[in-house]
């Protein structure tokens, strides 16, 4: 099953369409299309792949499409092999996969042959395959429209960001994990699911199956984001305004009502349990050179 968003590629996602179906058919014997045209089309595609044992979901489009077809089919009976295509705007799960930015590359080397598997992330009845966030972040991403991604892109996002640091604020958290606690102020909290933050190393080893809890305690810790990997030794956080903790369980709560933030796409306020699903997805994936 190939299943395109149709406001991906700039918008013209439908122009890559054939080319896709093309590739596909190397490969499979019958291929299906499907295009969105609403929030959680794709999740319903993608769980029908699931039920009816399809070999591959392929998705064409940016981090919350994935996401949609990452919930169709996490924990479910039988979980189909999944294919990206990246047609979004940060595309951060393409990039830890190492799959090509360019859509005619990244749909050319397409390899049917070659897999690897990933994590995912479940919090409450959400999931997701890069990053769970709690703070301005949330909000910035939000309040970008489709209009200024396609126009503008990643900038849209950082301008966005930019805006959202000047009036954050701190604000009381707890988090229990099977690893230690944490209680006390924070202006972001990241749960990241790779050693990587956007195309930052953070860690240099990434276990598999555990979550990456970053808690940034000062409010203007988020403009110094970029310098984080001279922060960072190994697995140990040597900043003061860092907090970090590595865990497969974790239970978030505050005394205020928080947002919080899947892959790109709003999901829900505090409280929430996170558990992370080790090598659950077996992705296509580029050979190593």
């Known amino acids: ?117 990933i994590d995912i992330g479940k919090v409450n009845q959400n999931y997701f395959g890069y990053i769970f966030s709690i703070g301005s972040l949330p909000e910035a991403i939000h309040n970008v429209g489709i209009e200024d991604k396609t126009k503008y892109g990643i900038f849209a996002y950082a301008v966005n960001t930019m805006k959202s640091v000047i009036k954050d604020e701190v604000f009381n958290i707890l988090i229990e994990t099977e690893n230690g606690n944490y209680k006390g102020e924070a202006s972001q909290v990241l749960v990241l699911l790779s050693n990587y933050y956007a195309d930052k190393k953070l860690f240099d080893e990434n276990k598999d199956g555990y979550g990456n809890i970053l808690i940034l305690k000062d409010a203007s810790i988020l403009s110094k984001l970029s310098t984080i990997p001279d922060l960072l030794k190994g697995e140990v956080v040597e900043n003061a305004n860092i907090e970090y903790i590595k865990a497969k369980t974790i239970k978030i709560s505050s005394d205020i009502a928080l947002e919080s933030d899947v892959d790109g796409d709003k999901s829900d306020n505090l409280p929430v349990d996170i558990k992370i699903l080790g090598n659950h997805i077996e992705v296509y994936s580029v050979p190593k050179k």
């Open 1 to 117: 099953m190939l299943i395109i968003n149709p406001t991906s590629g700039g918008e013209k996602a439908l122009d890559y369409k054939a080319n896709i179906e093309n590739k596909a058919r190397e490969y499979f014997d019958d291929v299906e299309t499907k295009i969105t045209q609403k929030s959680k089309d794709a999740t319903h595609f993608a769980e029908r792949a699931s039920k009816e044992k399809y070999e591959a979901v392929i998705v064409f489009g940016g981090d919350g499409t994935v996401n949609e077809v990452i919930s169709g089919i996490a924990e479910k009976d039988y979980i189909p092999r999944l294919g990206i295509i990246p047609g979004g705007t940060g595309n951060l799960i393409t990039k830890l996969l190492e799959i090509n930015q360019d859509i005619d590359k990244a749909i050319e080397e397409l390899d049917f042959n070659c897999t690897n598997t």
